[in-house]
């Protein structure tokens, strides 16, 4: 370690601090210790982020309402009379579970774009985990809503 004189104040100082410490003089301004603006302040974004919160969401919302759906459907294999509106409410159960499939086959596209782009953490995963159970939930509504 050598020793060198401030050229401001010209007190003796180490050749390797960034600034003098009597007058505060910058020295080494040349090497990499300074960073722009950008590096400094601005977040980087993540690739992917967005698709696995989004993806997520969906697959929450689809779960939640096939869910529902699913016991509305499992009621009505309960009940013993058969009529038009039954037959109607059939219909619109077999319907919904294709609407709700809609959520899951989303939430499940937006959580394998999520982790193909190198985002692998909980809302991707949670996003592709709750569109196949949204998937799978919906599957059975039609099916149970066709057979009854």
Do not use: H
């Not at 009621?75 to 037959?87: H, Q, R, Y």
């Amino acid at each position: 370690m050598a020793m060198i004189n401030c050229p401001e104040c010209g007190k003796e100082i180490s050749d390797k601090t960034l600034s003098c410490p009597n007058c505060g003089y910058p020295l080494n301004s040349n090497e990499n210790y300074n960073i722009s603006y950008q590096e400094y302040f601005v977040k980087k974004k993540t690739p992917g982020k967005g698709f696995g919160i989004a993806g997520m969401v969906l697959g929450i919302i689809g779960v939640v309402y096939s869910t529902m759906l699913l016991l509305s459907t499992f009621s009505l294999l309960m009940t013993e009379s058969v009529g038009v509106a039954d037959e109607l409410f059939k219909s619109g159960m077999i319907g919904m579970g294709v609407y709700m499939m809609i959520f899951g086959i989303l939430a499940l596209t937006f959580g394998c774009v999520s982790r193909s782009r190198g985002y692998k953490k909980g809302q991707s995963t949670a996003a592709v985990a709750l569109g196949i159970i949204t998937v799978v939930f919906c599957l059975a509504i039609i099916m149970v809503s066709a057979l009854a």
